[in-house]
């Protein structure tokens, strides 16, 4: 190993939350059914079928040799120790033995060149930095959850040649956007290893990559990006397509791009970090925000009609992202809580429910899902809304499958006082060490769907040690009772945290109650939310096959039933009108029919609200013009309804007896 250079300005601060190895916390109940679907679905079993991973240049085929391989691993690892599933476990084994065994002398990883015509610049031949970042994570993942001896050794060989590249080589394209993610994992490396080394290369890093800093600052794209736009960017970056207002437009960089603040933070300790990171989010909320959490990106940023849509690697980068800065800076409601309504909304609806299928493109207010020419999208093709294995284009078919496995990794955290954090409380069971003593922790419950929460610890010896618990921010109500204690209060917001010596078997028992809200979005229309989970006006889906072969084909989606619908309320800034339903949590509860929760709700049709562009046209301004009859509506959690309108218009309950616009 090289060594040590002359001494960095910088430094690593531990994280406040750390990620339970892999394999000590395993999802159950509702959870676990998702990851077994992916599993038995198009994520599991890419590598059979697909070329771009079954013949990956990375393992020694002729297919793609870029990013799509290590995006798939990325994700397969968590998947195959969370489900401890020894079958994936050797599929995952078998790319990460050949991608060591092949490391060059120069230690550079993976297929020489790529493929340089299509994917970078000619000028840097095989250094693209880019797709080694993702491997790095996949390749610290396993080592996470195996202690694979050659891994650290591997990953410290290639980060020393990376840094001999950038010296000659900087940054460009994709890894320039993307700097954080190398970082991220060289702050890991330093961490477990201690080379000096390593500090100086995540500055060069950081010095080469693009500025989110000044991004968050005050964002520079308020408005919808257009053709136009892209074609202007490329004029005043001398005929550069991949120039700098290119990628920082293209949603899916935007969406790495918020892990920067916490990533750096780490390194400098800077709290400015903190208040650009709240900055960042809350532009990408005010110029592109939709309801789910989500800004639109299709391709690129493209404002806050929720017809635009939004890729689905946004969806999954940008989970990530907010996992990091929870790891980072520890337990904060308003990042918890976006976190939760993008896996529990937006991630759940990207896919058929079998896993089979998924969207390139998703849409608050998706009315239809086909293909079509005359299409609303910034810069994608004509088929991004429809379900298949590689709509528009195959990088989400191969990134997807990130999203439930780094999110169930992440439910609890090891916390820097030796005790456990609840980040989210979907099912799950706990097999770790605290205090130096096993314990046993079983999460119960139906979470985000009912309002129970029950965790039971068992500690054979006696430990001391503290359980932080989250309060959502929405919670009305919260208490928790500790065995046969009294209750407590729990203040909506917090972290309330429990801090004894546990000895046997214990139980904690949480609840709280929820209000059923509407929101008021930028088109004056509504969102109606309950917790985490956003609810959409279903609409009848008719599931029509067009292209490939089962059972990863290609569907259209058309809907069924009508769809342009106001609700009914009683006078502007007033709730619904509606009644909440509670259904048996089915199977597969981001469907129509295993949905436990559903809301019967008053409407009018508004039939001068069309499809343009291939889509529903953007709301109209409320208090809209609607017709006289009321009709019962049902609305479901987003993640269930595959058609559905989200940003609904209103009309007044009496505005048509008293003959005034309604």
Known sequence: MKDPRSESAFTVASPTLRPLPLGQLRPTGWLRGQLHRQREGMGGKLDEFWPDVRDSAWIGGIAEGWERGPYWLDGMVPLAFLLDDLTLQAKVRRWVDYILEHQGVDGWMGPEDGDPSKWHHADYGQYDVWPRMVILKALLQYRNATSDPRIVPAALRLLERIDHVLAQYPLHEWGRVRWADLVLSINELFTLTGEQWLLALAARVRDQGYDWTRFAGELPYKERVPDSMLREFESNADGIRMNDDFLATHGANVAMGVKALPVWWT????????????????????????????????????????????????????????????????????????????????????????????????????????????????????????????????????????????????????????????????????????????????????????????????????????????????????????????????????????????????????????????????????????????????????????????????????????????????????????????????????????????????????????????????????????????????????????????????????????????
């Open 267 to 662: 390194n400098t300790g800077d709290d400015e970090l903190k208040a650009s990171f709240r900055r960042m989010l809350a532009q990408l909320d005010e110029y592109h925000g939709q309801a789910t959490g989500l800004f639109t990106s299709d391709e690129h940023l493209a404002g806050l009609n929720p017809s635009q849509g939004t890729e689905t690697c946004t969806v999954v980068e940008y989970m990530f992202s907010l996992e990091t800065a929870l790891q980072v800076w520890g337990v904060d409601e308003a990042v918890a809580d976006r976190l939760e309504r993008i896996a529990f909304n937006a991630l759940p609806a990207s896919a058929r429910s079998d896993e089979w299928a998924h969207q390139y493109d998703q849409q608050a207010n998706q009315v239809i899902a086909h293909v079509t020419e005359d299409r609303i999208y910034t810069d994608n093709g004509p088929d991004s809304n429809t379900f298949g294995l590689e709509p528009n284009f195959g990088c989400c078919t191969a990134n997807r499958h990130q999203g439930w496995p780094k999110f169930a990794a992440r439910l609890w955290m090891q916390t820097a006082d030796n005790g456990l954090a609840a980040v989210s409380y979907a099912p799950c069971i706990i097999d770790t060490e605290l205090d130096g003593k096993p314990v046993h922790l079983e999460v119960g419950g139906q979470y985000p769907f009912g309002d129970d929460v029950l965790i039971s610890i068992s500690v054979p010896d006696a430990g001391t040690f503290p359980l932080h618990l989250r309060v959502p921010s929405w919670v009305i109500g919260a208490r928790l009772r500790v065995d046969d204690e009294p209750e407590q209060p729990l203040r909506a917001g917090t972290t309330h945290i429990v801090t004894r010596q546990w000895h046997g078997d214990h139980q904690l028992s949480l609840h709280w109650d929820a209000d059923v809200t509407t929101q008021t979005r930028p088109s004056s229309g509504l969102t109606v939310t309950r917790g985490p989970i956003v609810f959409a006006a279903a609409i009848d889906e008719d599931w029509n096959q067009i292209d490939g072969e089962l059972p990863h084909a290609t569907w259209e989606v058309l809907p069924a039933s009508g769809w342009n619908y106001a609700l009914v309320i009683d006078e502007p800034g007033s709730g619904i009108r509606g009644q909440l339903e509670r259904r048996t949590l089915g199977d597969e509860p981001f469907t129509p029919d295993g949905s436990p929760l559903a809301i019967q709700a008053q409407a009018r049709r508004v039939p001068e609200w069309k499809i343009e562009q291939g889509a529903a046209a953007a709301p109209p301004a409320s208090p809209v013009a609607a017709a006289p009859d009321t009709e019962m509506i049902t609305l479901l959690p987003y993640g269930a309804a595959r058609l559905r309108v989200t940003e609904l218009p209103w009309v007044l309950r009496d505005a048509g007896r008293m003959g005034t616009r309604s």
